[in-house]
């Protein structure tokens, strides 16, 4: 527990949203996933009514519900999903492009590789959100840092990530997942400002 | 520019709290749940990396941060 007892607050928090959205994004809600997003709570500040929205649409939601929700949403790679969770899907409008190996080659670089089993081209979303979770607490290894943090960040998320959380937000199948588009997209803001302070 | 190098990492923190990542009960679960999609990978002679030795601990971790 020491390590991570080390990691300053906020950095927690935002291990804790990228450990959020990658739960939600990467497969359908298990019964216990949809458990844990009805007790989400939230402030009067906009991160915090989206994550109040998320946490009493899925009192509503029933497992199969969420489930069909996801499918229409993502479930891509030729299934017919609304949306293609993958950098290079959003960066090139194909799958297994360029910006695919280039996330390999920083993965390489930082020692992570995709576990094994994983079906899923590694620059899907919630693996990528997986990833920053992992640089951010050291579950890796050591964190790696602000810097690190940073250059993955910009590198792999900060170029599509906006956009894909936006068309989140306004799909057509979304209404579970519509408040997941928003705590994404202002996610990604939050972040890329507080890494430009610390700069 | 040492003044700004003390005061910067304070600004990024204070950001972080009032744009809002403080603005939940996003508990430990959060992070329990979150897949096991990626690991430390070994190292290209089969050692396994100083990180994966870590691993267990951050089992742990999660397990008691349920």
Same mark, same amino acid.
């Given at each position: 527990?020491?390590?991570?007892?080390?990691?300053?607050?906020?950095?927690?928090?935002?291990?804790? $949203?990228?450990?959020?959205?990658?739960?939600?994004?990467?497969?359908?809600?298990?019964?216990?996933?949809?458990?844990?997003?009805?007790?989400?709570?939230?402030?009067?500040?906009?991160?915090?009514?989206?994550?109040?929205?998320?946490?009493?649409?899925?009192?509503?939601?029933? %497992?199969?519900?969420? +489930?069909?929700?996801?499918?229409?949403?993502?479930?891509?790679?030729?299934?017919?999903?609304?949306?293609?969770?993958?950098?290079?899907?959003?960066?090139?409008?194909?799958?297994?492009?360029?910006?695919? =190996?280039?996330?390999? +080659?920083?993965?390489?670089?930082?020692? !992570?590789?995709?576990? &094994?089993?994983?079906?899923?081209?590694? &620059?899907? !979303?919630?693996?990528?959100?997986?990833?920053?979770?992992?640089?951010?607490?050291?579950?890796?290894?050591?964190?790696?840092?602000?810097?690190?943090?940073?250059? $993955? $960040?910009?590198?792999?998320?900060?170029?599509?990530?906006?956009?894909?959380?936006?068309?989140?937000?306004?799909? %057509?199948?979304?209404?579970?997942?519509?408040?997941?588009?928003?705590?994404? %997209?202002?996610? !990604?803001? !939050? +972040?890329? +400002? =507080? $890494?430009?302070?610390?700069? | 520019?040492?003044?700004?190098?003390?005061?910067?990492?304070?600004?990024?923190?204070?950001?972080?709290?009032? @744009?809002?990542?403080?603005?939940?009960?996003?508990?430990?679960?959060?992070?329990?749940?979150?897949?096991? @999609?990626?690991?430390?990978?070994?190292?290209?002679?089969?050692?396994?990396?100083?990180?994966?030795?870590?691993?267990?601990?951050?089992?742990?971790?999660?397990?008691?941060?349920?």
């Amino acid at each position: 527990m020491t390590y991570v007892a080390n990691i300053p607050e906020e950095d927690m928090l935002r291990a804790r $949203f990228y450990g959020l959205l990658a739960r939600v994004l990467a497969a359908p809600m298990s019964a216990e996933t949809l458990t844990f997003v009805r007790g989400l709570q939230g402030d009067d500040t906009e991160m915090g009514r989206a994550l109040a929205t998320f946490a009493s649409l899925a009192q509503r939601a029933t %497992k199969t519900g969420a +489930e069909e929700e996801y499918s229409e949403l993502f479930f891509g790679m030729g299934a017919g999903g609304e949306l293609g969770p993958y950098a290079s899907r959003y960066l090139t409008g194909f799958v297994y492009e360029k910006p695919l =190996a280039d996330l390999r +080659e920083t993965m390489a670089e930082f020692g !992570i590789a995709a576990a &094994d089993g994983l079906r899923e081209p590694e &620059d899907h !979303i919630a693996f990528l959100c997986e990833v920053m979770h992992g640089l951010i607490t050291g579950r890796f290894g050591k964190p790696v840092g602000l810097d690190g943090q940073r250059s $993955f $960040f910009k590198k792999h998320i900060q170029p599509w990530g906006t956009r894909f959380f936006e068309d989140v937000e306004r799909a %057509k199948a979304a209404v579970l997942y519509m408040p997941v588009g928003t705590i994404g %997209k202002l996610l !990604i803001a !939050i +972040e890329a +400002e =507080a $890494f430009e302070m610390a700069a | 520019m040492k003044d700004r190098k003390e005061t910067t990492p304070l600004r990024r923190r204070e950001f972080l709290r009032v @744009a809002g990542l403080a603005s939940g009960a996003l508990g430990a679960a959060a992070v329990a749940g979150a897949p096991d @999609a990626a690991k430390a990978a070994a190292a290209p002679d089969g050692r396994k990396t100083s990180g994966y030795r870590e691993t267990d601990h951050v089992k742990t971790y999660y397990r008691l941060a349920r």
